[in-house]
């Protein structure tokens, strides 16, 4: 499965400070997507990065991509009380399955207040 | 408002019941796809539409079918429902006949359990 893995799993912090999560996946890609999902809504896109890009800003979010390493990091900065959710990295399949689309397993985060 | 809708949000239903879950997108988007969600699994893509007429297998195709007869929607077939399809269904759609170029768009989701 082209699934990725998130690390790690659940991370807690206090208002204030950054938050990093890492994502790993197993074969070539085309583009790599961060998303949040509140307490078992729908899902929403936080920022896209290309294959050939190695860093994305968007506001507090900042995302790299390595896909020598076949991962991705996405790092929230000065978070807050409202970043608390679950964040899903997504990819396509490559160019074997380019029109599939893969989830990780997600990293739930919780700040606190 | 663009957005994706999902009905029902929440159903409750026995084995081997035969059950719809509609999607609709007011974007005109090209690309349309199901997915499931369980504890620990993350996502996992059931069905896709690259346009209409055309629909391929995700990861877990299993059990469900589904038709792209307009562009709008994109419906979720469980022609005899069993436990193990309790989830979290979620419908979204991106523009493009692509996956990944694009953001998706999700619905607000499907709550099943199966009796």
Not at chain 2, 52 to 72: A, C, F, I, N, Q
Request: with cysteine.
């Amino acid at each position: 499965s082209q699934q990725g893995e998130e690390d790690p799993q659940a991370l807690s912090i206090q208002e204030g400070e950054n938050a990093t999560m890492n994502c790993s996946y197993k074969t070539s890609i085309n583009n790599l997507q961060w998303y949040r999902q509140n307490s078992g809504r729908g899902l929403v896109h936080l920022i896209l990065i290309r294959s050939n890009e190695r860093e994305k800003h968007s506001g507090r979010l900042r995302v790299t991509l390595d896909t020598s390493k076949k991962s991705s990091s996405l790092l929230i900065t000065a978070s807050r009380a409202a970043d608390t959710a679950s964040y899903f990295c997504a990819t396509d399949g490559g160019l074997d399955n380019f029109n599939k689309f893969y989830f990780g397993s997600g990293t739930k985060l919780n700040v606190k207040p | 408002e663009a957005q994706v809708t999902q009905n029902p949000r929440y159903l409750i239903t026995v084995t081997g019941k035969k059950l719809t879950v509609t999607c609709s997108q007011n974007m005109n988007h090209e690309y349309m796809s199901w997915y499931r969600q369980d504890p620990g699994l993350g996502l996992r893509q059931i069905y896709y539409s690259m346009n209409v007429e055309v629909t391929d297998k995700g990861d877990v195709p299993e059990g469900y079918k589904v038709s792209r007869k307009e562009k709008r929607n994109f419906p979720l077939i469980l022609e005899s429902p069993s436990p193990n399809q309790t989830s979290l269904y979620f419908c979204a759609s991106t523009q493009g006949g692509v996956a990944g170029v694009n953001e998706q768009f999700f619905g607000p989701g499907t709550r099943l359990t199966v009796l």
